[in-house]
Structures are given as structure tokens and as C-alpha cells.
């Protein structure tokens, strides 16, 4: 079955970096798009950043500028640098799939993703 496995979360000062990870197996890695969400507490999960299995991103929009997804196909792994990191950051971030192989767009909702990680918490001082 498909294992998401997030890690790279941790504890960092307003304006500074982190970068979180997501191990996937189970399936051909390659011909899926993957998504990371996140969760603050109090608040509804979220849609943070997309990749399409071509290559193809989308982003939230106060994220836009500060955040960067990307796909290593051969290490089955996808990666969301965070820059110029707010306290209102701060959250659980998810790393998710689709069931559909190669869809015809990038997936930004909760509803069509169906495979979860188990998540990572990011902590952002002031």
C-alpha cells in the first residue's frame, strides 16, 4: 500500500528556513501528483503547495514567493523549502496523494487526495 513518511519540522525564529520531506513507497512514485498541506491548531487543514506529476506547481497564495515544492522521482521523494518562515506558519504539515495516476492537473483541495503522511509539526517564534 502507499506510506507517505514526512520529516524536517522543528522549532525555528521568524524569518528563518526549513525545509520538510516525504518519503513515499509502495506505487511508481513518478506518475502521481503530491501535495502538502498543513494544520494550525484550532483551524481546519489546509492546501499549502501542489506538484503535478509533470512538473507543474501551485501554491497558496500568502505562501507564494516563500515556499518551493519539488519532486525527486528517483528518490520517490518530495521536498517543500520554506523561506522567510511567520509565526502564523506554524502548523502540522501533511505531505499528500492522489489515488488517479497522471491527472490531467494539479489537485489543490483535501477531497482529492487520498493518501496521508502522518506529519510533521513546524514551529515558528517571534
Known amino acids: 500500500q502507499v506510506q507517505l513518511v514526512e520529516s524536517g519540522g522543528g522549532l525555528v525564529q521568524a524569518g528563518g528556513s526549513l525545509r520538510l520531506s516525504c518519503a513515499a513507497s509502495?506505487?511508481?512514485?513518478?506518475?502521481?501528483?503530491m501535495g502538502w498541506f498543513r494544520q494550525a491548531p484550532g483551524k481546519e487543514r489546509e492546501f499549502v503547495a501542489a506538484?503535478?506529476?509533470?512538473?507543474?506547481?501551485t501554491y497558496k497564495d500568502s505562501v507564494k514567493g516563500r515556499f518551493t515544492i519539488s519532486r525527486d522521482n528517483a528518490k520517490k521523494t518530495v521536498y517543500l523549502q520554506m523561506g522567510t518562515l511567520k509565526p502564523e506558519d506554524t502548523a502540522v504539515y501533511y505531505c499528500?496523494?492522489?489515488?488517479?495516476?497522471?491527472?490531467?492537473?494539479?489537485?489543490?483541495?483535501?477531497?482529492?487526495?487520498?493518501?496521508w503522511g502522518q506529519g510533521t509539526q513546524v514551529t515558528v517564534s517571534s
Open positions: 506538484i503535478h506529476w509533470s512538473g507543474d506547481k
Open positions: 499528500a496523494t492522489v489515488v488517479s495516476s497522471y491527472s490531467p492537473y494539479t489537485p489543490s483541495t483535501e477531497a482529492e487526495y487520498s493518501y
Open positions: 509502495g506505487r511508481t512514485f513518478s506518475m502521481y501528483a
